[in-house]
């Protein structure tokens, strides 16, 4: 892998940003669709390859279609059921063990014990 170009200039949200005409602009979209002469679709965006935030070396990047994008980070969580979650409330066991057992993350677990939710709810 070639070296990284580091962005020193302003970051929102892990996101290098530079202004231009009083609008603010994405640098990796611009730095990636200028070096390899293209437009971006609007179904598309540019994600960073490396782990380094403000790297913003066109190499380091790559195009992804939103519903990929959406697909890799959404996390589909099972319904439990209200036997279930009575289970988990009453339950002597660590969130970390529930969740692994009903594989839900260990905040549902918490809200669950905490009576803070009526998610996941499915009878």
Do not use: W
């Not at 339950?91 to 594989?103: G, P, R, V, Y």
């Amino acid at each position: 892998m070639t070296d990284h170009i580091i962005h020193n200039g302003h970051m929102n949200n892990g996101r290098p940003y530079e202004v231009i005409d009083g609008k603010r602009v994405n640098v990796r979209k611009r730095v990636y669709c200028e070096y390899h002469n293209i437009t971006l679709k609007p179904d598309e965006r540019i994600i960073l390859t490396c782990k380094v935030p403000r790297c913003i070396n066109p190499l380091h990047m790559e195009i992804i279609k939103v519903n990929d994008l959406l697909n890799k980070v959404r996390r589909v969580i099972p319904m439990l059921s209200e036997y279930q979650r009575e289970i988990i409330f009453l339950s002597d066991k660590t969130d970390k063990e529930l969740a692994e057992e009903f594989n839900v993350p260990k905040s549902t677990i918490n809200r669950i014990r905490t009576r803070r939710t009526r998610a996941c709810s499915s009878n």
